[in-house]
């Protein structure tokens, strides 16, 4: 019962701050469509006629994938310094709940509100480009909640960062471009990249969409790698969090800012 009203108050937390600043909520959608438009003009000028439709496919579901690893990864680091700017992290230590409880029922509501924006981008970036993807919902649905799961450990670890230096805003604008190459380069081209977080779900939502595949279709081992490769990820995420968590309390880091 605790955990429904930890998720249901951090859920109302979050859609009020997007609908309070609704003019930057559009504004970020409305950035990665330029990106997609970005990569659309740049594929009908110099791509190759005879793969047009299949690059815009691709560009399509890596766009949407690049905004949603990026928000979801970098979310609890944000989260972390907006506290601490505010003055407010020593007093959310203060919970009963505990810390990393109370970052993860953030993220979880910030996931269904960012699921709904990223609806929204696919769908202007399909209507623009005149390619209808196959969504499939029962088998693009369950691979993307496992996809996530990976997303979320990482962004524990970039957590722990921010609890102890604070200012990392200058690493995680780095890190979007690393979020990109992982996004966009395929698994076929660098299959090592299947150890990196989320790109092995990232590639099998992208085939099923483009190819039109159900979950029967995809192979099972695929999806013992995904399944393991979150549970790691998550694990891992966890782990630095409460380390670094517990190096800021040792040197009296969490109320300097």
Aim: glycine residues 6%; positive net charge; charged residues 10%.
């Amino acid at each position: 019962m605790k955990w429904l009203h930890l998720l249901n108050a951090n859920f109302r937390k979050e859609y009020i701050e997007l609908k309070r600043y609704l003019p930057n909520t559009f504004a970020l959608i409305f950035t990665f469509y330029i990106v997609f438009l970005a990569a659309f003009f740049g594929i009908m000028f110099i791509g190759d006629p005879a793969t047009f439709d299949t690059n815009v496919q691709y560009s399509i579901v890596s766009v949407v994938f690049w905004s949603l690893t990026m928000m979801t990864m970098n979310f609890i680091g944000y989260s972390v310094i907006t506290e601490a700017t505010r003055g407010t992290l020593e007093q959310i230590y203060m919970s009963p709940m505990g810390v990393w409880k109370i970052m993860l029922s953030r993220i979880i509501g910030q996931l269904g509100l960012q699921s709904l924006i990223m609806v929204i981008l696919l769908f202007a970036s399909m209507l623009t480009s005149g390619q209808w993807l196959s969504l499939n919902p029962m088998t693009t649905i369950p691979i993307i909640i496992v996809t996530m799961v990976s997303m979320i450990g990482v962004s524990f670890m970039i957590a722990g960062l921010a609890i102890i230096v604070k200012q990392i805003q200058a690493f995680l604008q780095i890190f979007q471009f690393v979020l990109m190459g992982l996004v966009f380069v395929p698994l076929s081209v660098a299959p090592f990249l299947a150890f990196a977080p989320f790109v092995k779900g990232v590639d099998m939502v992208r085939t099923v969409m483009i190819e039109d595949l159900t979950l029967t279709q995809l192979p099972l081992a695929d999806y013992g790698v995904l399944l393991l490769n979150s549970l790691i990820y998550l694990a891992a995420g966890l782990f630095v969090f409460l380390r670094c968590e517990k190096v800021a309390m040792r040197k009296g880091l969490l109320g300097q800012y």
